[in-house]
C-alpha cells in the first residue's frame, strides 16, 4: 500500500532534470500538477459516478456546472470532507442562493493537502532527500441565469494556487455551463470548467517548472427522474485527453435515507462507486464509497449541505 501510494504522489509532485543552474537551480518538471483537484467533487456527485452535468439545484454540483445553482431559492451550503488513501486530504465548502427569482449566486473553495511526502531524484534511493508536502487552493464565484422557465446558464471565474516544498504557482481560470429541462421527468446539461493558461510554479532564487496545464474537462449529459424516488444519470466526460462515461443512480427509500451507486469507464484506478444520503428537516449528510484499484484503498466523502 505505501509503495503505491508513494508512486502515485510522487507522480504529481517534482522531477528534477539537468544540472544545476544559476545559484544552484535545477530545471523542474511538474508530471501532473493540481492533481488533488482533479479528484471528483461532492459525496452526492462522486457516489453516482460523478455524472453531474444535468443536476440542478445543488450547491456542489456547481463545480461540474455553473448553471446548477439555478432553483436554489434559499441559501444553501455545503461542507465536505474527504480522505484519500494515508495522507491526502480534501476540505470544501459551496454556497448557493437566489439574488431574484432569475439570478442566483454561487462560489465555494476547495483545499487539498498531502502531507509526508518523501522526496526523490532520478536516481532511486533508499531513504527520501526529505519530506514534503503539497497544496492545492481553488477559489470559485459566479452567476447563473434563468432564461426561461426550462433553460439556465451559468458562468464563474477563480484561481488555481499550487504549493509544494516552497514553490509556488497560480492561474486564473473559467467555468461555463448550461442546463435544459425538456420535461418533470428529463434534464440535460453541458459544461466546460477549469478553462485557462497554463501556469508554472517557481521559488526565489530558482528556476520555474515546465508549463502546468489546468484540469480542463468537457461534459455533457443527462438525467432523469423516474416516480420521483429514483433517479438515473449519464455524463459523457472528455478529460486528460480521454473520453469517459460516467454512470449513476439514486433511489430515495424514505424521507430521511436515500442510497446511490455509480460507474466510470477509462480510468486506470477507479470504476465502481456508492453511497447514501441522511437527511433531517433542513439537513442533509451525503456519504461516498470510492474504491481504487492497483492496491491504492478507499476514499471516502463526507458532505453536511443545510438550507436557511
Known sequence: MKYHLTTLVLLTIISVLGSAGPLGAQDLEVVDGL?????????????????????????????YNPAAAVGLDKFTASFGHTVHWENIRMESAFFGTGLTPRLYLHGGIRYGAADKIEKRGIVPT?????????????????????????????????????????????????????QASINEQLDLGAAVTNLGSAFTITKASQRGSNDIPLPTAYRVGGSYLYRTYYRGVMDLVYFDDVFHVHLGAEAQLHEMLGIRAGYMSGY?????????????????????????????GTSHLFNVTFTL
Open 126 to 178: 533508499e531513504e527520501p532527500e526529505a519530506i514534503i508536502d503539497a497544496h492545492d487552493i481553488s477559489f470559485k464565484a459566479g452567476l447563473a441565469y434563468r432564461i426561461s422557465p426550462r433553460v439556465s446558464a451559468g458562468a464563474a471565474m477563480g484561481w488555481f494556487l499550487e504549493e509544494i516544498e516552497g514553490y509556488r504557482g497560480s492561474a486564473f481560470n473559467v467555468d461555463l455551463g448550461a
Open 35 to 63: 492533481f488533488m483537484l482533479k479528484n471528483d467533487h461532492g459525496a452526492r456527485a462522486s457516489a453516482m459516478g460523478a455524472a453531474s452535468a444535468a443536476i440542478i439545484a445543488d450547491a456542489n454540483a456547481i463545480v
Open 268 to 296: 486506470d484506478t477507479k470504476n465502481f462507486t456508492a453511497g447514501a444520503s441522511f437527511g433531517y428537516r433542513n439537513i442533509i449528510v451525503d456519504y461516498a464509497f470510492v474504491p481504487f484499484t492497483s492496491n491504492l
